[in-house]
């Protein structure tokens, strides 16, 4: 078969599935995801054998530490995707919601009702965990979900997906089987193709490097919903707890350096900035990361580190707009709260950006003009995820303006239609 015909098929059975979807109750739903659930911690063997065969294809190939890392299948990471199904359980069905109710003069009753999108597309890297959290959110909110993860992680994807698939066949004899589908070919041809196809895709959500999405945004028919990159920030105010913010900064740089809510940059007030940086500089050392730094930063962090474990080196102008999903981080001495604004409102992409201080002015400040999705005060930028947001596993994150913006969940998945209830009523 064709490639184009292989994937207008794929389409077309997502289309018909999403139709059957729609017609689920919310125990149905429920009792299906509670059965993934169980599945994939079943299948706990069977997965970790899938993601063996995609981690030591990765290696052979170079992918690098950091990624390696997304790609790999741990028993913690599976244990998540299994909660995550769960929580997505747990959580009230989006689907069917009267978002707005209003009586006309003339006695025309009018309904905002929550809909299921219907066909969405999702496009990421390495991560196999996101083939679980997507199609079990797309399930909960009523869309066929199609799936296309990186070459790197094909054996993982479809492992996760055909665990699903089954466990939903067991526990429900209608499950539309199309619901959840992975893109069955590396081929990058293929998504031109799929998000050409507007008659059966409704949505586009891809998950990854810049260059992944500006790909997508750019070769799509189909609406996108995206952020191009994190390059998000902590600044450390003059008043702030250092003991707390050097917590804070080790947290948002190196827990998960290849995630979008890592810090890229960490700036500091001119006025702490020779007490905190060498505390903070030798811990980052530690861990392996190297600082570019502003020609005031590197002069400190040189002066009073004189025996790097990491390369400590001059900063460009490229490198604070960069997003280095690695063991890298800027760093900037900056004059008070306003120039750490100015600085963000600059170079930041809009993701995730901390404050940390005592000073409530400061904060509040900061919190009212850093244009992002989310804005922290005291607190890490890792925290901007639908999961810790409460919104069970995550399908994405979005920086734009229109539409969703910051972690989605199942509310981001639903769009809604007009019901109107009248008694003969036309118009004159």
């Not at 190939?61 to 790999?72: F, I, K, P, V």
């Not at 804070?248 to 007490?275: F, H, W, Y």
């Not at 409460?390 to 910051?406: F, L, P, Q, V």
Request: charged share 25%.
């Amino acid at each position: 078969m064709m490639l184009t015909e292989q994937i207008t098929q794929l389409s077309q059975q997502a289309r018909a599935a999403s139709r059957e979807l729609a017609k689920l109750s919310t125990r149905e739903k429920n009792d299906c995801l509670l059965a993934m659930a169980e599945a994939i911690e079943k299948d706990a063997p069977t997965l970790r054998e899938a993601n063996a065969l995609d981690a030591e294809a990765a290696a052979k190939s170079g992918l690098s530490a950091a990624m390696l890392d997304r790609l790999r299948l741990d028993a913690k990471r599976i244990g998540a995707m299994a909660r995550g199904l769960r929580e997505v359980a747990a959580l009230p069905d989006p689907v069917g919601k009267i978002l707005e109710e209003r009586a006309r003069p003339n006695g025309l009753k009018l309904q905002k009702i929550s809909t299921p999108i219907g066909v969405v597309v999702i496009i990421y890297e390495s991560r196999p965990n996101v083939t679980a959290d997507a199609a079990g959110l797309c399930f909960k909110s009523g869309n066929a979900t199609i799936l296309r993860g990186g070459r790197e992680a094909l054996h993982s994807n479809q492992a996760i997906a055909r665990t699903m698939i089954d466990a939903g066949k067991k526990t429900l004899p209608r499950f539309p089987e199309s619901a959840i589908q992975v893109v069955p070919v590396t081929d990058r041809e293929a998504i031109p193709i799929l998000l050409s196809l507007t008659q059966y895709v409704d949505l586009c959500m891809p998950r990854g490097g810049e260059g992944l999405i500006r790909a997508v945004a750019e070769c799509s028919k189909v609406p996108v919903i995206k952020h191009y990159k994190g390059v998000c920030h902590v600044f450390v105010d003059a008043d702030a707890d250092l003991a707390m913010a050097g917590e804070i900064a080790m947290n948002a740089k190196v827990q998960r350096p290849a995630v979008c809510n890592a810090m890229e940059t960490l700036l500091v007030d001119r006025n702490i900035a020779r007490s905190f940086l060498p505390a903070i500089g030798q811990r980052l050392g530690e861990k392996h990361v190297e600082l570019r730094a502003d020609p005031e930063a590197e002069a400190i962090l040189k002066s009073e580190i004189p025996n790097p474990k990491s390369p400590i080196r001059r900063a460009s102008e490229q490198d604070f707009y960069t997003e280095y999903n690695d063991y890298i981080l800027n760093v900037r001495v900056v004059d008070g709260v306003q120039a750490a604004i100015d600085h963000i409102n600059r170079y930041g992409s809009a993701h995730s950006d901390s404050i940390v201080t005592k000073n409530e002015a400061h904060a509040r400040q900061f919190l009212a003009e850093v244009d992002s999705a989310a804005v922290y005060w005291n607190a890490s930028t890792r925290f901007t995820d639908g999961g810790e947001f409460g919104m069970g596993a995550e399908i994405g994150i979005s920086t734009d303006k229109i539409g969703a913006r910051g972690p989605m969940g199942l509310e981001e998945l639903t769009s809604y239609k007009w019901i109107g209830i009248g008694s003969g009523q036309v118009r004159t």
